[in-house]
């Protein structure tokens, strides 16, 4: 056996999983508004026929207030039970288990019937929340009951109650929300109590042959926090009143700590699985940037929790499991934590799916099925969109031909993996290197592709995924010695000096930024404590809550990130992951100017002045300037194909150049692939 603690069955409450591996929950959208109930059990039978033990499906939840946002999905009512059928059965068919979490915002809620222990805010929600009267924290409870009572007519093997990530459970468990001065929050164990009586009232509902999971907050990584000794207390807790497992639960939503990010080292928090371990006698699953079988194996083989919990390894692939099972870990379709089409998605109240596996959320829609007709096709251009486009199409049947003018595959992906914090962009490449074997992919690389070499051979359908090249602006100096597009930067091809001012300041010009600045110019991987001590995670038993002031940062060198628009620096980022961007450069001392008109490039730097009236002119003294400021479709070949009148399909950069959109690109492929 490859993975032999990781493969290893585990009895659970009236179970015995087939292995240690859970789909931990993620919420995808198709639970709302009625719900597509449909989708989500094609959704969940696929990743149960790959092998996992046990699926967590998103939140559901008790009542209306605990809605996520309006239209948010229930389990309240008989009717919600019945939509249910179909995904335990989709599930159960294939000799999986699936338990329901029930899940209640709080003050998260995004709608305006929200409520909290004490009348309060979040940072992250547009309204306000009412103070829980005690007869309606009884009633919750109730409601917490029937909801599970409604998951076992539904045909769940159990329930999960969500009491992290600074939801309503976990609210009541923290000073920083709950100022209660009653039962319910006058004492440390008044603010554990609701925790405890919902799973009191839980395990009396699903009786002694259904399983009940508690996902806890390890840490909550904000002021007024849980201390590490209110944590074991709420394990012991739950422990006692019926709970056959924990999950690990890390950080509120509206913590200043990144938690999901690519960045975050692997496996990151399972230390703090592993000291809770050795507190309780019920089973932990560990959580968090934990993405591929190697990972799992060490934590659970070094006794740091007795299963793992992930969520977007399986919208990246599905067959996660069964690949690990044999021993193919190579051909993984491994999450790499961008959250663009995920996280991002959920909190924009948008249907989920996944950068590197476009069918995750759309498998009804986007279903895998083998070329009725084999063609042969072209694919010219060996970047994200063009290795979608040839790997799905050769699974398909296909006879692919790719083409790239480059000595390797990855087209924009080879300078994003060189960027610190985004190493994990090497992993989808090695996906697709592997896909290329598997699918039999002729690849022709160091191969730049005419119009000509396409006529002289008979394809059925050509594919033109040529990409982008970095766009040139003009003004005075720009042709000097210092003045390198990024790609010259992060391809190694040129080294800057110590003081460089970057234009442009979208995706790119941070991504420039973060390679330039980060102080460790090997561009090692930070270790999880290096990576602690930037962002103040400390101890949670030597102040609440685990955050303290972040360490100091001593930048590789000194940045002028600019932008011609007048908005905010970097508020076209990604919702999950631009706050990140920007508190890191912050800290790095990085000087981001809006609403810069760039007058020239001098000897002595970059010249430059200020709104539509050109005032307070100033030199920037900096050694290099890099462009950042936008691409260009590589279009040639099109061009030339369009001219001798041959049909072809554009997709990727060199169909869309506007700020490279790797997510954009990837579905292109995908999508073509399987309607070719």
């Known amino acids: 056996m490859p993975y032999p ?40 039978a696929e990743r149960a026929a790959g092998g996992v033990g046990l699926i967590i499906t998103g939140g559901f939840a008790p009542n209306l207030e605990g809605r996520l946002q309006a239209g948010a999905g229930t389990m309240a009512t ?11 059965a989709a599930v159960h068919e294939h000799g999986a288990r699936i338990a329901l979490q029930i ?18 805010q979040s940072p992250i929600s547009r309204h306000p929340a009412r103070e829980l009267a005690a007869e309606e924290i009884w009633r919750t409870v109730e409601d917490f009951a029937r909801a599970s009572e409604l998951a076992r007519q539904a045909g769940y093997d159990g329930v999960e109650i969500m009491g992290s990530e600074g939801y309503l459970i976990n609210q009541f ?65 739950v422990q006692q009143a019926g709970a056959d497992m924990i999950t690990s639960g890390i950080g509120w939503h509206e913590a200043r700590v990144p938690t999901t990010v690519t960045s975050v080292p692997r496996a990151a928090f399972s230390g703090l699985t592993a000291r809770l371990r050795g507190e309780i006698t019920i089973p932990i699953a560990a959580a968090n940037r934990i993405n591929m079988p190697q990972t799992a194996e060490r934590v659970i083989a070094d006794g740091e ?64 099925t083998k070329a009725a007709t084999p063609k042969r096709i072209a694919v010219v251009g060996a970047g994200p969109a063009g290795l979608a486009a040839a790997t799905t199409a050769a699974g398909r049947g296909h006879e692919v031909d790719l083409f790239d003018a480059s000595s390797q595959i990855g087209g924009q992906f080879l300078l994003a993996r060189q960027v610190p914090g985004k190493e994990e962009f090497a992993e989808t490449l090695r996906y697709y290197q592997r896909q290329i074997e598997l699918t039999g992919v002729n690849l022709r690389l160091e191969h730049a592709v005419v119009a000509a070499d396409l006529l002289a051979n008979p394809y059925d359908e050509i594919v033109i995924a040529t990409g982008v090249y970095p766009r040139h602006i003009e003004l005075p100096g720009a042709r000097r010695h210092n003045v390198h597009s990024y ?14 001012a970057i234009i442009g300041a979208g995706g790119i010009g941070f991504d420039v930024a973060e390679f330039l600045t980060h102080p460790d110019e090997g561009g090692q991987p930070q270790r999880v404590e290096e990576w602690m001590a930037e962002w103040g995670v400390v101890d949670p038993g030597h102040s609440r809550g685990g955050v303290a002031e972040a360490g100091p ?33 912050t800290r790095r001392g990085v000087q981001m100017l809006n609403n810069v008109h760039y007058e020239g490039i001098e000897d002595a730097g970059l010249r430059v002045s200020f709104g539509s009236e050109r005032t307070d002119a100033q030199l920037i003294e900096v050694d290099d300037v890099v462009l950042c400021a936008g691409q260009e479709s590589r279009r040639e070949l099109a061009d030339e194909l369009t001219a001798a009148g041959v049909t072809f399909h554009l997709i990727g950069g060199a169909h869309v150049a506007a700020e490279i959109d790797a997510k954009r690109a990837t579905d292109a492929g995908v999508r073509l692939a399987l309607r070719l």
């Open 78 to 88: 008989e009717d919600d039970a019945r939509r249910h059928r179909r995904l335990t």
């Open 305 to 368: 929790a007795d299963l793992v919990a992930m969520a977007r390894p399986f919208l990246a692939d599905p067959l996660w499991v069964s690949k690990s099972a044999r021993d193919a870990a190579d051909e993984i379709n491994t999450c790499i934590a961008c959250n663009q089409a995920c996280l991002d998605h959920a909190f924009d109240h948008r249907p989920v799916s996944c950068l590197v596996n476009p069918r995750a959320g759309h498998e009804r829609e986007l279903p895998l």
């Open 173 to 237: 468990l923290a000073e920083r929300v709950n100022r209660r001065t009653d039962e319910w929050g006058a004492t440390a164990a008044d603010r554990r109590r609701f925790a405890s009586e919902v799973v009191l009232a839980v395990r009396r509902a699903l009786g002694p042959d259904l399983l009940l999971i508690y996902r806890l907050s390890l840490i909550d990584l904000v002021d007024g926090g849980q201390s590490w000794d209110d944590v074991v207390d709420v394990a012991r807790d």
């Open 5 to 44: 603690r990781l493969l290893t069955p585990l009895p659970l409450g009236p179970f015995t999983l087939p292995n240690r591996v859970i789909m931990g929950s993620m919420h995808t959208g198709a639970e709302d508004d009625g719900g597509d109930f449909e989708s989500l059990s094609d959704f969940y």
């Open 103 to 120: 899940l209640h915002a709080g003050r998260y809620a995004d709608h305006e019937l929200a409520v909290c222990p004490s009348e309060s």
């Open 487 to 500: 790609a010259q930067v992060l391809s190694g091809e040129v080294t800057v000096g110590r003081r460089v």
């Open 553 to 585: 940062v001593t930048p590789a060198r000194q940045v002028w990130l600019l932008q011609r628009g007048a908005g905010r620096i970097g508020a076209r980022l990604n919702r999950t992951t631009g706050w990140v961007h920007r508190l890191t450069l």
